[in-house]
């Protein structure tokens, strides 16, 4: 009996569910951390390169960097890129996670067929949708434009959205929302304080997601833009004939560097909001 | 050719052309669009390849003609011909090469243009005034011009290549077993293998198809990479060190790096042409024009010709140019050789045979 | 499950939105295109609509399912090694204080915000014959032969000769495992981060060792995640094309390619789209039986 009790003891010492305190999950994180980074940092590395094709180091130097900021070209498909994303994010974001929701939630005649096409954009070939969209805009006479690509990119992150809110309602209590109900919340109170905090994390990873998805969108974009709306993925596509130089390199650096440092501003805030929140 | 345009140049200097021309031919509509001249706004908008262009061209042409541009860029001439396939969203000018054109013109995706308004067309290269995809020129200028050929590192060569046979026929590419890289762009490959196999680069045999998709099969082991367009970048970075590339990618390699040199094989090659074309439905085809005669103002031209190093059409720009532009064979490929290549055309119903032959190559 | 009657406007409001938008900017477009995969390609790469199952006659010939068939094989590589690598990492997240998981997500994601093409590249220069990975192997052989050369033993070493790693199957796979991480680790954190610990703690507590609970406890509980992942990133690999064009040998063409190639150089949209529609048919069979039998589950858990 004494033993059992020594044994838990010992044990609770670490707690053997902090994975972060491990040895082995620190070499596998920073394994990964290796594989993600290493391209990129040489890809930062390649920026400072004085020779004009991204593969052979020639030497340092700044030019690539003077080229990507005095490119109008380049600043208004970064401006259009962001633009798109950000919108298409928040968008696609409130939209997939109700219909995720919905799904995990309801049960519908035709539920099967339903949920067979709404995946549909996850599964088809990018450039059939693409042709499929320009049809379509064609067709019923809308004019092609940013908004035409927002409006694509939004049709096709929406499913990613929902199935990351399914997997993450997957273990959701529903207890907890009877107990609400059962207390006296209104319909919309018990999401509002119960599901809705369960489902931040997974929104948060849709929103991600979906940032991505349309931020290295470059088929869908290319077909469905109007005059004018050149993204960042258009205009590195579109160097692919000569070479691509090390501006790209440097514009991607910039773009990292500007998500770190607002990344920085936001948690710094949040820790003063919480500790202002806590005195 | 030549008789376009000359009455016109010949009284008024070109600078004043540019400027009053506009009210003089005020009346003239020109195409499908039915739109009076003086009545255009001042805008254009270039569908080109990016970079494919000088980097002064569009301030001197909008310092010139009040005209601002709004430039758009595409990758290559499929995803251009999708774009437009549907509908043209707006744009007055884009760049396609000369099989692109020709079936462009079939399908009338592009305008006729009126030579009249472009004056500058005397400077051209009469050996470029009536091509084959376009004769008369009717629908397209000619841009600029290039073959396909090797580019080689000279160091790991004993003797410079000169055959597709040094590529293509499988005893001798063992000799740069996976130093290799051929372009992922069917017809070009699929067209130089029949060439080296003395077919016609356009053959719609399927015959003749079917055996250089087995030479292909046969040469593949000894190939690192069909290149996307990248062939250049590969040599470069010592991933191969023979490689089927565009003329001007080369040059550019050339011209920054000692120990690299081109050729055009001995059986003959692809020889293309961009050209500059208005699209139906164009809003500003007025301006169009404009621009293709600002392209082909010598000044201006020599400026491009300068900054992208690909062969020019026109000759008076051409004379203006560096020997080491002029004399360069990845520029301007011998006339023997020259001779010898062909441009490729559109086989119409018969390109799923290439399709499928290259699907074959791809898969086996 | 809720049957939709009991509360048809919150069903509405939920179901609306999102219904509506993909009803109209995806069904009727991809109905558009659905309809072409029975039409035929005129001479000059038009579209002429037709009724005729060619295109997918054509698609099932054993030279296009042989393509197909290596997708999924290379796909299927790409995920299991995805959920390998992403596993620890979504783990690690999800466990560390909650100030910060949004942090480290980030930094798990950042990498993505450069473009795709230039990510490929990327791996071009580290795997490249003079690209990072060999400079470095180059640098240690040079210094192992000067060791050995002043240890009395010159030459032993030879000729540094560098790796050739790029352009063939493997590089593919890392490639589409690198561009395709975050699909799984996102879903996979979002499923893990909600974890009871206490089941965890009660298994680790009644004796079971790190593995056993990993795998009879951990892993049944994040199964949503890693299916969800899984799917994702096998689809996504499946289909792209840009990483086999570029990091790809002369055998890597995957059916994203080929796809790619019928649209574009081709100009072949119909036999195009009836290739798309032949991996869209099972993915849609496959959503459409997961609903069913969720469905079904469920009335037998009901019932017992």
């Known amino acids: ?279 | 050719m030549r008789k376009f345009g000359r009455s016109l140049i010949s009284q008024v200097s070109r600078r004043a052309f540019m400027q009053g021309s506009v009210a003089a031919v005020g009346i003239t509509f020109v195409g499908g669009a039915n739109r009076a001249w003086s009545a255009e706004e001042k805008r254009l908008n270039i569908y080109n390849w990016d970079t494919y262009i000088g980097e002064k061209t569009l301030g001197t042409f909008n310092a010139r003609t009040g005209i601002q541009v709004q430039y758009d860029l595409f990758g290559d001439n499929e995803e251009m011909f999708a774009k437009l396939k549907e509908g043209n969203p707006g744009y007055d000018i884009i760049v396609p090469t000369d099989y692109m054109v020709e079936d462009m013109i079939s399908l009338g995706m592009v305008v006729p243009l009126d030579h009249s308004k472009i004056p500058n067309l005397k400077h051209l290269d009469p050996a470029f005034t009536n091509p084959a995809y376009d004769p008369g020129m009717k629908h397209s200028i000619p841009y600029m011009w290039g073959t396909m050929g090797l580019g080689y590192k000279e160091s790991a060569m004993d003797s410079a290549p000169e055959s597709w046979a040094d590529v293509l026929e499988p005893s001798r590419a063992a000799k740069h077993s996976g130093r290799i890289a051929l372009l992922s762009d069917s017809r070009a490959v699929i067209g130089c293998a029949l060439k080296y196999m003395g077919y016609p680069m356009n053959s719609t045999d399927a015959k003749q198809i079917a055996e250089a998709r087995d030479l292909l099969i046969a040469v593949k082991p000894h190939i690192k990479t069909f290149a996307a367009d990248n062939g250049q970048d590969l040599l470069v970075a010592g991933e191969v060190d023979i490689t089927m590339e565009w003329s001007g990618d080369i040059a550019a390699v050339m011209q920054e790096e000692e120990g690299y040199n081109y050729v055009v094989p001995k059986e003959g090659s692809n020889v293309w042409v961009d050209n500059i074309c208005i699209p139906k439905d164009a809003p500003h085809p007025d301006n169009a024009h404009k621009f293709i005669n600002h392209v082909h103002d010598v000044d201006v031209h020599v400026e491009i010709a300068n900054t992208i190093y690909f062969a020019t059409p026109n000759k008076d720009a051409k004379a203006k140019m560096p020997k080491e532009y002029t004399d360069n064979p990845a520029v301007f490929a011998p006339d023997d050789v020259l001779s010898r290549c062909e441009g490729i055309l559109s086989v119409g119903e018969h390109t799923r045979l290439y399709d499928e032959a290259w699907t074959a190559i791809q898969a086996s | 499950m809720e049957d939709w009657r009991k509360n048809k406007l919150a069903f509405m409001v939920f179901m609306g939105p999102a219904t509506f938008w993909l009803l109209v900017f995806f069904t009727i477009p991809v109905v558009a295109i659905w309809v072409y995969s029975f039409g035929e390609r005129g001479p000059l790469g038009q579209t002429y609509l037709a009724f005729s199952f060619d295109n997918y006659l054509r698609a099932i010939e054993p030279i296009h399912l042989k393509i197909l068939w290596k997708s999924i094989w290379i796909g299927g590589l790409s995920t299991f090694l995805c959920l390998l690598i992403g596993f620890p990492v979504a783990l690690g997240i999800a466990f560390a204080p909650d100030r910060w998981k949004n942090p480290l997500l980030l930094v798990v994601v950042l990498p993505f915000f450069t473009n795709m093409l230039i990510r490929t590249f990327a791996w071009i220069v580290v795997l490249g014959s003079r690209g990072v990975v060999n400079s470095g192997l180059g640098w240690l052989h040079g210094q192992a032969d000067w060791l050995l050369g002043f240890a009395g033993l010159p030459d032993v070493m030879g000729q540094f000769t560098p790796l050739e790693m790029l352009h063939n199957n493997y590089t593919v796979i890392v490639g589409l495992v690198y561009v395709h991480l975050p699909f799984l680790i996102l879903p996979l954190y979002a499923t893990l981060e909600k974890l009871d610990r206490s089941y965890l703690e009660a298994s680790l507590d009644l004796g079971a060792g790190q593995w056993r609970t990993f795998f009879s406890v951990l892993a049944p509980l994040a199964m949503p995640g890693i299916v969800t992942g899984c799917l994702l990133v096998f689809i996504l690999s499946m289909g792209n094309f840009l990483v086999p064009d570029r990091l790809g040998g002369t055998d890597s063409m995957m059916i994203g390619n080929l796809i790619a190639q019928e649209f574009s150089k081709a100009r072949d949209w119909p036999f195009g789209a009836a290739l798309s529609f032949v991996i869209m048919y099972p993915v849609f069979i496959f959503f459409a039986i997961n609903a069913l039998m969720m469905r079904r589950r469920e009335r037998v858990r009901a019932e017992a």
């Not at chain 1, 003891?9 to 290796?34: A, D, H, Q």
Request: with cysteine; proline share 4%; hydrophobic share 55%.
């Open chain 1, 1 to 279: 009996m004494t033993d059992i009790v020594a044994g838990r003891r010992r044990r609770r010492e670490v707690n053997p569910l902090e994975y972060l305190k491990r040895p082995w999950m620190w070499l596998t994180l920073f394994g990964c951390f290796v594989f993600l980074y290493f391209p990129i940092v040489t890809l930062v590395a390649f920026s400072f390169n004085s020779y004009k094709r991204a593969f052979v180091w020639k030497g340092f130097s700044l030019e690539w960097y003077e080229k990507a900021f005095n490119n109008q070209a380049l600043h208004e498909a970064f401006i259009n890129s962001m633009h798109v994303a950000a919108v298409s994010t928040v968008v696609s974001t409130a939209l997939g996670a109700m219909l995720g929701l919905a799904l995990y939630r309801y049960w519908f005649p035709w539920k099967g067929t339903y949920e067979g096409i709404i995946h549909l954009p996850i599964v088809i070939p990018e450039i059939c949708m693409a042709v499929a969209m320009v049809i379509f805009f064609w067709a019923v006479g809308i004019e092609l434009s940013l908004y035409t690509i927002i409006v694509s990119h939004i049709a096709f992150t929406i499913p990613f959205v929902a199935v990351v809110i399914r997997a993450r309602m997957a273990g959701f209590d529903v207890s907890l929302e009877e107990a609400s109900r059962d207390l006296g919340a209104s319909e919309w109170q018990t999401f509002w304080f119960v599901t809705f905090p369960y489902m931040i994390p997974g929104l948060v990873a849709g929103a991600l997601m979906a940032f991505v998805l349309s931020l290295d969108d470059f088929v869908i974009t290319f077909f469905t833009a109007g005059v004018g709306d050149n993204t960042f993925p258009v205009k590195i596509y579109s160097m692919l004939r000569f070479s691509v130089t090390p501006e790209v390199n440097a514009a991607s650096t910039v773009l990292i560097l500007i998500t770190l440092s607002l990344t920085l501003v936001a948690m710094i805030m949040q820790s003063r909001w919480t500790k202002g929140k806590k005195e």
